[in-house]
């Protein structure tokens, strides 16, 4: 277990990434998710003591408090037909969170898919299971899935790649893909050559990396 760091600084409790994820009850790639769009979730702005990066604890406990009340006030009515070893689609999953698009989707559930293809275009199109997806609505309000496999923990399985230093490799190259006008195709063997990895590895790390 990763030992959370927490300390009292002039008087006030502070908490690094990991205190965040602990206090939030949130896994670690969605810390760094939402600190990452924190102008879109009203994240707390971090700050340096130390040498370290640091967050106050009572400005995270806002935070968190606001953002779960958001999501339970945007909750749906969720399917739950269909055999839950079933793969759908990214429109297959908003179906079943009853979802107007798939643009809707969370991030949680688009940058954790349970399989991926590449598209001649370049693109990813993901899938999930109908279980996973049941997962997933049911976090947000505490219920027990009855879609998943007993004894397994979490709404859904995080990236394999989610703290993986390549991704920044990953990013970059998609960066310089859009700057240069170019689609996805053909990124997964540029990144396998500039790293020395599989090409499917580096499908995943795209993935990964992808800002849709």
Same mark, same amino acid.
């Given at each position: 277990? =990763?030992?959370?760091?927490?300390?009292?600084?002039?008087?006030?409790?502070?908490?690094?990434?990991? %205190?965040?994820?602990?206090?939030?009850?949130?896994?670690?790639?969605?810390?760094?998710?939402?600190?990452?769009?924190?102008?879109?979730?009203?994240?707390?702005?971090?700050?340096?003591?130390?040498? %370290?990066?640091?967050?106050?604890?009572?400005?995270?406990?806002?935070?968190?408090?606001?953002?779960?009340?958001?999501?339970?006030?945007e909750l749906t009515e969720v399917d739950r037909s269909g055999s839950p070893t079933e793969l759908v689609t990214s429109g297959g999953a908003a179906a079943i969170l009853g979802?107007?698009?798939?643009?809707?989707?969370?991030?949680?559930?688009?940058?954790?898919?349970?399989?991926?293809?590449?598209?001649?275009? %370049?693109?990813?199109? @993901?899938?999930?299971?109908?279980?996973?997806?049941?997962?997933?609505?049911?976090?947000?309000?505490?219920? &027990?899935?009855?879609?998943?496999?007993?004894?397994?923990?979490?709404?859904?399985?995080?990236?394999?790649?989610?703290?993986?230093? @390549?991704? &920044?490799?990953?990013?970059?190259?998609?960066?310089?893909?859009?700057?240069?006008? +170019?689609? +996805?195709?053909?990124? %997964? =063997?540029?990144?396998? &050559? /500039?790293?020395?990895?599989?090409?499917?590895?580096?499908? /995943?790390?795209?993935?990964?990396?992808?800002d849709d």
């Amino acid at each position: 277990m =990763i030992p959370v760091a927490q300390r009292s600084i002039g008087g006030r409790v502070a908490v690094d990434r990991d %205190g965040v994820a602990a206090h939030t009850g949130a896994a670690r790639p969605t810390v760094n998710f939402w600190h990452l769009h924190r102008h879109r979730f009203g994240f707390p702005n971090a700050f340096v003591h130390d040498g %370290g990066e640091w967050f106050w604890l009572d400005d995270v406990e806002a935070f968190h408090a606001s953002h779960r009340a958001s999501k339970l006030a945007e909750l749906t009515e969720v399917d739950r037909s269909g055999s839950p070893t079933e793969l759908v689609t990214s429109g297959g999953a908003a179906a079943i969170l009853g979802y107007r698009s798939y643009r809707n989707l969370p991030d949680e559930l688009i940058d954790n898919p349970d399989e991926f293809e590449e598209l001649p275009s %370049g693109r990813i199109r @993901r899938f999930w299971y109908r279980r996973t997806v049941w997962a997933h609505a049911d976090a947000r309000t505490g219920r &027990q899935s009855t879609g998943r496999t007993p004894g397994t923990t979490g709404p859904y399985k995080p990236h394999p790649y989610a703290d993986d230093p @390549r991704l &920044q490799a990953a990013a970059d190259l998609l960066a310089q893909a859009r700057a240069e006008g +170019r689609d +996805r195709r053909g990124l %997964g =063997i540029e990144l396998a &050559q /500039r790293l020395g990895i599989p090409q499917r590895t580096a499908q /995943r790390l795209l993935a990964a990396a992808e800002d849709d």
